[in-house]
């Protein structure tokens, strides 16, 4: 079957990353057209994507006849096609892989609107808040615990959905220098993970665009 996923600027879409990289960690065979998110042609882009998605936004999984519109979606549907292979097979972890995706699709700290994924990409970062600093802080106990917990090498043990969707808030918080001294179970883990090929291979087209500078950075 034709699969198409629509995604958007490499620099500036942490949610068709999200999606793509699901898809490409499985190995589905797509094809990818780009939307160009950036202004002002970002607003009759999208305005096309919305003659397809009830969501106006990207990423959108055109399968078959079928649209599916939302990146967490588009993960999961992705690992279901793919074998199963990005969460563990016992509910009771399942689950707990899962409640990390929804917070981070729910928002997770804040600190996202703030530290935009575009931002990672600037040659010239800014020093992280206070408010920003004490944010990471918490997620890097909590990925520390985590790791702890699960024994790694990844949050939940094997790579799963959960590393995938955090992947472009580590992006954000690491692009920033932060001090990770007091956490070694999650140096090695964020290390470990934009090491990942897929990754790379997202993060180098990014870089090798211009910069999406935002107003409020
Ligand atoms: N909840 C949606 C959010 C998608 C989203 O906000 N995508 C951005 C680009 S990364 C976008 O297309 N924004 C345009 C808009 O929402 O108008 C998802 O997870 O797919």
């Known amino acids: 079957m034709r699969r ?8 500036a879409s942490s949610w068709a990353f999200r999606a793509w990289l699901a898809m490409r960690e ?5 094809e990818e057209r780009v939307v160009d998110i950036r202004k002002p042609q970002r607003f009759e882009n999208l305005r096309r994507i919305g003659e397809i998605s009830p969501s106006t ?6 399968d078959g006849d079928n649209i599916i519109f939302d990146s967490l979606a588009i993960m999961e549907y992705a690992n279901e096609i793919g074998g199963d292979a990005l969460l563990p097979a016992e509910p009771l972890a399942r689950a707990r892989v899962r409640s990390f995706l929804s917070w981070q699709h729910a928002g997770l700290s804040g600190l996202c609107p703030r530290l935009s994924f575009e931002s990672a990409f600037y040659p010239n970062k800014r020093e992280m808040t206070s408010d920003e600093h004490k944010d990471t802080e918490r997620l890097f106990s909590v ?10 090498p990844y949050l939940c043990g094997e790579l799963s959905l959960a590393d995938l969707v955090l992947v472009p808030t580590v992006i954000r918080i690491y692009s920033h220098s932060p001090q990770l001294n007091t956490w070694p179970l999650t140096h090695q883990w964020i ?3 934009l090491a990942r090929e897929c990754v790379e291979e997202w993060v180098s087209q990014a870089r090798s665009l211009p910069p999406v500078i935002l107003d409020n950075y």
Do not use: A, M, R
């Open 26 to 30: 499985l190995g589905i065979q797509f």
């Open 57 to 62: 936004s990207v990423p959108v999984l055109v």
């Open 191 to 193: 290390v470990k993970l």
């Open 143 to 152: 990925w520390e615990s985590e790791l702890k917990s699960s024994g790694g």
């Open 4 to 11: 198409i996923l629509y995604t958007g600027t490499k620099n």
